[in-house]
């Protein structure tokens, strides 16, 4: 195993001295200490094959232990170095180029290199490649390249690093002025939303300080409201959609503009066009929006107008078309959202009274006590049973005695305890 791996770093070493076309001292020092590391493995597994005395074999085998540590201490200090000569190479090539055929492939590759992984984004934010992309988003003839260099953004906002160059190069105004400029491409102004959707993601405690967004928020809130209005694709609908939802986290001033915006009116009629809501991540987009705004006063009056209540009923029976996991964590977060809307919603005694009427009180009893209506999920049951306690305080009549002394007169968590531990047999 040594010699393969010896062989394997040589053979890296060699080859990447090939290709580059300079070198560095830093590099060679790297090399230098790679090589002597891998020699020095070589020769003690050599005299472990020499030696059969256990005691003596054990001792060497921590010796090769802490080598082998070593070996792969040097190795990734080169595999970083060589890295970021790359990430140079392609930061000042985009820095310096003027040819819109050089740029698109270029930062094409520095996308590339943004999916593979956190490291390699600290990297290129750390190499100035936040600060680049964002001067090719501030000049008109590299319009066509824009959805790149935004798209090649986002990926590497998912780092602390990359948010701070973007805080620097007041990154949020250029965003801004792309969503708000109609003469940008629908593709363009999709992009920046994803970047917006990155920066304010609520997963991130790092991004909930940028004092250059709250400056720019009402301009940002007005323009993704649009998008959404006029998406053509499921996909623009998407990214704009998820840029709400974490702004509605990211501040509660975006949920009051979001109301004076119509927002409801907006999101509720989407729901209705498949080509821009067909899939339960979009929806999970919206329910998203609607629970965070559901804790204003007025939203209740506006969600009645547009029938939203319906609306929410039918995300309670949200279902995977697919089994992938992905689809059906999905699933759970808009069941669990719409359950959460409907007991957020149902302090008005006119949603309570829609929502009895249009039988949520059945269907929240369903997802209780059958764990495969909700995937077994218990983030769903504590969300339904919240929602059908709100329900019965309005309408208790609507409840069978069992379902009353079973989901709502006992303490949350008794009534939790009963129904995650519900057989479909008893159902």
Request: proline share 2%; glycine share 4%; net charge negative.
């Amino acid at each position: 195993m040594s010699v393969r791996l010896t062989c394997h770093a040589r053979s890296m070493v060699s080859e990447y001295s090939t290709i580059s076309r300079t070198s560095s001292q830093e590099m060679g020092q790297a090399e230098k200490l790679l090589m002597d590391k891998c020699s020095e493995l070589s020769a003690v597994t050599e005299r472990c094959l020499q030696v059969e005395n256990e005691h003596v074999l054990k001792s060497m085998k921590a010796c090769v232990s802490e080598t082998l540590s070593m070996l792969g201490q040097h190795f990734g200090q080169l595999l970083e170095l060589a890295l970021t000569r790359e990430v140079q190479a392609l930061v000042r090539k985009i820095d310096t180029s003027d040819n819109i055929y050089i740029m698109e492939s270029t930062t094409g590759n520095l996308f590339s290199l943004t999916q593979e992984g956190a490291p390699l984004c600290r990297i290129i934010a750390k190499e100035g490649g936040v600060v680049a992309l964002f001067k090719v988003c501030r000049q008109d003839s590299f319009r066509c390249v824009y959805p790149q260099a935004l798209r090649t953004l986002a990926s590497i906002c998912c780092v602390e690093e990359g948010v701070h160059q973007l805080e620097k190069v007041d990154g949020i105004l250029c965003l801004a002025d792309i969503l708000t400029d109609d003469s940008h491409s629908e593709a363009t102004r999709a992009e920046a939303a994803a970047v917006v959707a990155q920066v304010t993601s609520p997963h991130l405690s790092f991004t909930q300080h940028l004092t250059s967004f709250l400056e720019n928020m009402e301009e940002i809130v007005t323009a993704l409201i649009k998008l959404c209005q006029e998406a053509s694709s499921g996909e623009v609908f998407l990214l704009a959609s998820a840029a709400l939802a974490n702004i509605t986290f990211f501040d509660k001033m975006a949920c009051e503009m979001l109301l004076q915006l119509n927002a409801i009116r907006v999101l509720l009629e989407a729901c209705s066009d498949k080509q821009r809501v067909d899939t339960p991540y979009t929806r999970d987009q919206i329910v998203t929006i609607l629970a965070n705004m559901s804790v204003l006063e007025q939203c209740a009056s506006d969600i009645i107008q547009e029938n939203g209540v319906q609306l929410i009923m039918g995300m309670l029976s949200e279902k995977p078309r697919s089994g992938t996991a992905a689809e059906v964590a999905a699933c759970e977060r808009v069941q669990q959202k719409a359950a959460v809307t409907l007991a957020r919603l149902c302090r008005d005694p006119d949603v309570a009274q829609e929502a009895v009427r249009l039988s949520c009180m059945s269907r929240l009893i369903e997802l209780c006590r059958s764990p495969s209506e909700r995937n077994s999920s218990d983030a769903v049951l504590v969300a339904c049973l919240a929602a059908l306690r709100r329900l019965a305080g309005v309408c208790p009549e609507g409840l069978q005695d069992s379902d009353f002394q079973q989901l709502v007169q006992p303490r949350l968590v008794d009534s939790f305890l009963l129904c995650s531990n519900m057989e479909e047999s008893f159902v």
